[in-house]
């Protein structure tokens, strides 16, 4: 192995003085082959950006960087594209100058964007589990499919805080509280670089605050908000996780495209985080700098701009930083310094990859299973996880339901595409190929209803569409509800891009009623009196207040994956007892947007306006089968300004089933500096308890997460009164205790501990055993 010497490898520096311009440039720049230009895009402005087609080797003569989603861009058979991906390896070896292969990126969001393979639950059910250690499980099997196939790099995670429930790429994000998407986040980015592939942190940073909820919009956000909420998943995945890709976001804070900000891209990210992987563009970010945010007169204008910020590839292709850029170089515009230090980076990469060794040999995949049956199991726990029971008055669980009537009502009763997101491959690409069958099997809830209550007697009317607005079939399933038992209605989005569905990129909204007639739909069936449960199956969350006001139940599932209906039906049946938490609050109303729970005290309601903006049900919200108590709650009396604050409970199951309890630590800071949130969460732990069982669960919750951007512009905790809370949800307090914080402000410096330490003692045995 090449000695490596402060992020130096002397065959990376040999490589540098020996490479010519040309070289250098191919090595910063990715290439999309087999584009779909016909039946529609998969990438913002796609159909105007990507340029004529090309091919391989006229592209790659002096070099490569990337190859852009060579499995995500149609449905092709894996172990033929890998072959053809190995092929194109050996031609780089063999057929240029340097020889050295690219790295190969694809989409990895719901598990590896490639036909056939395993779709898990979209980012927000990773939420509402609460489990990160199953999430991490999930990282390392996408991670070991990626690298069967021969690709290096996947574009995942997305770190964004939900700020506003209408942007449509709600469906993308883990939650709207910053602890828990760095606590996720940084699990899959550890369980999927575990294999030795490469995780990149999407979309930094900002992205999700845009105004209106609008995608690709200017962002509404002072510093103090990015520095105190928005950036702190991106710093855990960076510090903590070691995330070796961060991609920019599309996004302009005041006025400042984050692809041009050397503030956030350089001086954060690299100076004081010690990021030393590669930024990639978003897909034509470079380019947009000129055609979108009209801060580059030119294509080589936004390649100066962006080369000098710190990105150091532009995806999908070369726009900018292939000829543009060498005029720049060659004009004396730019230093070719600039060009050798983004090359440096990539150049490493490609080493700690094993790229630059000199026995590398692609090899083709052999026969592979891209959803075998430990990951279709692992989706299958992930999803059971995520169902997040709302309301329930006692109709729940069914059991078997032998003889019962049941009504199977609503738009997504027999949908499969209610079951997936806008960047599963499912919707991304298949919908452009309507003649290709999904290629893996995914039943949807009606045939999964069907298999869990065999002694039931199922009946089934659409009512209406997810959003065509078709009242015809309202009538039709008001009268088969009023003629059943129990009606289950089955409401939700269907997810796509760019308009193309309810939810997801591009597909944003001016309200949060449900879509469509489901509103109507739901409105005669509940008006039948028949007890009737609603399950939602959407990418965000919805104002639906008469539903959990009226509802016998309503259980909530975020695209749950191939899996996902035969969790819901468990979950209904009783199979399974739901352990789901809200991962973001559910609006009252479209009015309240956007709303984060983060408020400061002034963001609540008060006597000064009329309108509230609490939700219906809050961040953490979910309920279970079984009951859970709570007792003998210790927290330390004092900590200092630089230390942490240790506290624990007992967590004993009550009810007569097993289930599991979500405990959740928050902490309020009374008196600051500046306004503070009236609490946030600073610590979880998924407890699975028998009944009977109990179980001391402890937090070390380093005070550094109380640390906020003060008046002068120094991140610092200051002394004096915290509450420390057990709650069940944000809005439900178990215990609350006052710490004093006691020694001088401390300034933070990086190096503190940012994340809570947990600890769950052996479970006691039932009283009497």
Known sequence: MPAR??????????????????????????????????????????????????????????????????????????????????????????????????????????????????????????????????VAEMGRRIGAGMLALGVHQGLAPVLDVIRDQRWGRVEECISEDPYEVATIGAAYVRGLQSTGAIATLKHFVGYSNSRAGRNLAPVHAGAREVADTLLFPFEVAVRDAKAGSVMNSYAEIDGVPIAADAHYLTRILRDEWGFDGTVVADYFAVAFLHTLHAVAADAEDAAV?????????????????????????????????????????????????????????????????????????????????????????????????????????????????ALFGCYSFVQHVLPHFPEVETGIAAPTLLDALREELPKALISVERGTGVDDGERDGIAAAARLAAESDVAILVLGDRSGLFGRGTSGEGCDVESLDLPGAQRELAEAVLATGTPTVVVLMTGRAYAVPSLIANAAAVVQAYFPGEEGAGAIARVLSGAVNPSGRLPMSMPRASGGQPYSYLHPKLGAAGSVTNIDPAPVLSFGHGLSYTDFAYAEVNVAERATTSGSIRCSAVVRNTGDRAGAEVVQVYLSDRVASVTRPLAQLAGYARVELAPGES???????????????????????????????????????????????TGPVYEITGDERRLTTVSIDAHTRKPGA
């Not at 292969?101 to 598990?111: D, F």
């Open 5 to 134: 010497v402060e992020g130096r490898s002397r065959r990376v520096d040999d490589l540098l003085v020996d490479m010519s311009l040309d070289e250098k440039l191919a090595q910063l720049v990715g290439v999309w082959l087999n584009v779909n230009r016909d039946e529609g895009v998969v990438a913002p402005l796609q159909d105007s950006m990507q340029g004529e087609d090309v091919e391989f080797e006229a592209f790659a003569g002096q070099g490569l960087g990337h190859i852009t989603r060579h499995f995500g861009t149609r449905p092709v058979d894996p172990e033929w594209a890998g072959t053809v991906l190995a092929e194109w390896q050996r031609w780089l070896r063999r057929n240029t100058r340097l020889g050295i292969p690219a790295i190969a990126h694809e989409e990895c969001l719901t598990g590896l964007a490639a036909w056939r393979a395993t779709t898990y639950p979209a980012p927000p059910a990773w939420g509402a589990s609460f489990d990160p250690d199953l």
């Open 695 to 741: 179980a001391r669960v402890g937090f070390d919750v380093p005070v550094r997460l109380l640390a906020f951007t003060g008046r002068d512009g120094r991140r610092v905790v200051e002394p004096g009164e915290v509450g420390v809370s057990f709650r069940r949800s944000v809005a439900d307090v178990v215990a609350e205790r006052e710490v004093l914080l």
């Open 305 to 417: 701009q962006a080369l000098t910020a710190g990105i150091d590839i532009e995806l999908p292709t070369g726009v900018a930083y292939l000829e543009p850029l060498k005029r720049a170089v060659s004009s004396g515009r730019i230093e070719e310094a600039l060009v050798d230090r983004a090359l440096r980076r990539v150049l490493l990469q490609k080493e700690r990859l094993g790229l630059l060794d000199d026995d590398y040999e692609p090899v083709p995949p052999g026969p592979v299973d891209l959803d075998d049956p430990e990951s279709r199991a692992l989706a299958r726990r992930l999803a059971e996880e995520s169902v997040v029971l709302l309301v329930n008055d006692g109709v729940l669980p069914l059991g078997e339901a032998e003889g019962r009537r049941v009504a199977v009502l609503g738009p997504n009763a027999d949908s499969v595409a």
